[in-house]
């Protein structure tokens, strides 16, 4: 994720990536996600959120955040949802620094340990609103 940030953020780098088959498509494959998260972050922030010093850091860790949950809803919906005995695909992202699995919710202000990921956009949608609203997003991006 943070090759396809830095892609994003100065496509130049591009170039160096483009003959190496298997890290282009590492690359490109998370590319909606850290487009659709940076337009998140200027949509709740403004568009100068790109110039504040924790905005690369921020821009990984929300697009992390929401590749990991879309993950989980993709395999989801691949093993089926079933009845309440059967296998549930959860997401969650592990804080190397505080040791412990930050996973913000679509449905609630928890943020702490695996969750079940949003069966719709309306849900990815609220998923996004609650990261940008977390104090770990927020500490991030005016950390210098």
Not at 47 to 56: A, C, I, K, L, M
Not at 98 to 106: G, I, L, M, T
Request: charged share 20%; proline share 5%; with cysteine.
């Amino acid at each position: 994720m943070t090759a396809a940030v830095g892609v994003f953020l100065s496509p130049a780098g591009y170039l160096s990536l483009a003959a190496e088959h298997s890290i282009r498509g590492l690359v490109d494959r998370p590319q909606v996600v850290v487009q659709s998260s940076a337009r998140c972050l200027e949509s709740v922030f403004g568009p100068d959120v790109v110039r504040r010093p924790g905005y690369r850091e921020t821009l990984i860790e929300v697009a992390v955040l929401v590749n990991a949950a879309l993950a989980a809803h993709t395999l989801q919906r691949e093993i089926g949802a079933g009845s309440s005995k059967s296998v549930r695909a959860v997401y969650g992202v592990y804080v190397l620094d505080q040791r412990a699995v930050w996973a913000p919710r679509f449905d609630s202000d928890e943020v702490d340990g695996l969750a079940s990921p949003p069966d719709d956009a309306q849900g990815f949608a609220a998923l996004s609103d609650a990261v940008l609203r977390s104090t770990r997003i927020k500490a991030l991006l005016a950390a210098a």
